[in-house]
């Protein structure tokens, strides 16, 4: 397929960056989108750009009630949920004895059990319409480096939960996608690089997982920049 006309979506961390470059280009490819975070003014600044399209639910991604009341919402609003972008994530770093537990618990909760709640919420949903999720991890969920303990654990994590699902649900015809990039720019990262990925860039990788033919699956994508040459070591 070549868009996404028809087509109901839920983006997790939709509220700025990547998670808000993915909802309007779902959006400009003719989905229907709930757009979730925890700021409701941000949410509700982005549905306006797509009034006919989007829907803004304040949601936390870490409480089970608040996140499958989210999906009913989006059910009952657009008829059925056929994507779901787990998006959602937070970063804290630092040398293991000195991260903070509330730190480790803070990345532990968003950037894995969020996935887990969100997608236990989606599948009977995706399975009737033989959908996809999409868990947005991180090239640091495939190799570790000091400082980065507690978040690369968690997106570690997610690739395996991303492992498991792909083998629960292939037979339910459900496709589960994962995407590790590099350092983008945006909010998250404080002081990018100036050849890091964009946040468009990122969401054309993901926009090609979600209209890949029938009987495709880009199961996992690792994207990087490419360092100019006269800033590699």
């Known amino acids: 397929m070549s868009d996404l006309k028809g087509k109901t979506a839920i983006v997790t961390g939709a509220s700025k960056g990547l998670g808000a470059a993915v909802a309007r280009r779902f959006a400009e490819g003719g989905a229907q989108v709930t757009i979730a975070a925890r700021s409701k ?11 006919d399209q989007m829907l803004a639910v304040t949601c936390d991604v870490t409480q089970g009630d608040r996140v499958e009341a989210m999906v009913d919402q989006t059910v009952k609003h657009f008829g059925k949920l ?11 770093f630092g040398q293991i004895h000195e991260l903070s537990e509330a730190d480790w618990d803070l990345m532990m909760d968003v950037n894995l059990k969020g996935a887990f709640l969100t997608s ?3 599948i009977p949903h995706l399975k009737d319409t033989k959908g996809h999720i999409v ?3 991180s090239v640091a969920g495939t190799v570790t480096f000091p400082g980065g303990g507690g978040y690369c654990a968690s997106k570690f994590g997610l690739m395996a939960l991303s492992d498991v699902l792909t083998q629960e649900l292939k037979k339910d015809e459900v496709k589960v996608n994962t995407i590790c990039p590099g350092s983008i720019q945006t909010e998250f990262f404080r002081n990018p690089k100036s050849y890091a990925l964009t946040a468009e860039q990122v969401t054309e990788a993901i926009w090609t997982m ?15 920049p490419q360092v100019p040459p006269d800033m590699q070591k």
């Open 120 to 122: 236990k919420a989606a």
């Open 41 to 51: 003014e941000q949410l509700e600044q982005l549905a306006q750009e797509y009034p």
């Open 135 to 137: 868990n947005v991890s």
């Open 82 to 92: 056929d994507i779901l972008v787990n998006n959602a994530g937070v970063g804290r």
């Open 210 to 224: 979600v209209t890949a033919p029938a009987g495709v699956i880009y199961n996992q994508v690792i994207m990087r």
